[in-house]
T-cell receptor
Framework: RKEVEQDPGPFNVPEGATVAFNCTYS??????FFWYRQDCRKEPKLLMS???SGNEDGRFTAQLNRASQYISLLIRDSKLSDSATYLC??????????????FGSGTRLLVRP | SQTIHQWPATLVQPVGSPLSLECTVE??????LYWYRQAAGRGLQLLFY??????ISSEVPQNLSASRPQDRQFILSSKKLLLSDSGFYLC????????????FGEGSRLTVL
């Protein structure tokens, strides 16, 4: 089983639509969770952290379900500029106290006019 | 403010040739440093990480090696490139205390012919 799994998509939605992505992780000891955004041929950039209580940033809402070990990202009122690949990222506690972030393979979103 | 520089941005190398990618971080001390690789249409794979000078951990067996000769310098190398080494290589850093955010360089796109 992969450490972090995502539906690769693509999700093809019209402008203004609401779209949700899910991600599952395998390490129950993971403590930090994030969504990153990656534009084509660019480096990933942090979109938002995911907190146990859930958090919202404008049109974006992230949720964490520790019992089921999944993370979700909801995008409301989709814009053309939201077209990108969304990467689910989970930390993997290391024996050497290192901090390693494991990336899912990403979910591609295409927002059409 | 902190910045990360990675070079070269693009390179085309023949099979069997050596490789050296360099990454430096400015504006911080004792960062955790990472090398990721992203094959075409795939997710990010963690290759190496380092929590200090001379301390390198390898995540997957492969044709590559990494070194950290200075606190803020991270080098990815190969003695003989394979076709399968083609990809988008990303250097990243986070604070020595473990995050939360991972900051990426702009990436090096390697094509092995």
């Amino acid at each position: 089983r992969k450490e972090v799994e995502q539906d690769p998509g693509p999700f093809n939605v019209p402008e203004g639509a609401t779209v949700a992505f899910n991600c599952t992780y395998s390490n129950s000891a993971s403590q930090s969770f994030f969504w990153y955004r990656q534009d084509c041929r660019k480096e990933p950039k942090l979109l938002m952290s995911v907190y146990s209580s859930g958090n919202e940033d404008g049109r974006f809402t992230a949720q964490l379900n520790r019992a089921s070990q999944y993370i979700s990202l909801l995008i409301r009122d989709s814009k053309l500029s939201d077209s990108a690949t969304y990467l689910c990222v989970v930390d993997t506690p290391g024996m050497d106290s290192s901090y390693k972030l494991i990336f899912g393979s990403g979910t591609r979103l295409l927002v059409r006019p | 403010s902190q910045t990360i520089h990675q070079w070269p941005a693009t390179l085309v190398q023949p099979v069997g040739s050596p490789l050296s990618l360099e990454c430096t971080v400015e504006g911080t001390s004792n960062p955790n440093l990472y090398w990721y690789r992203q094959a075409a249409g795939r997710g990010l794979q963690l290759l190496f990480y380092s929590v200090g000078i001379g301390q390198i951990s390898s995540e997957v067996p492969q044709n590559l090696s990494a070194s950290r000769p200075q606190d803020r310098q991270f080098i990815l190398s190969s003695k003989k490139l394979l076709l399968s080494d083609s990809g988008f290589y990303l250097c990243a850093w986070t604070t020595g205390t473990g995050g939360p955010e991972l900051f990426f360089g702009e990436g090096s796109r390697l094509t092995v012919l």
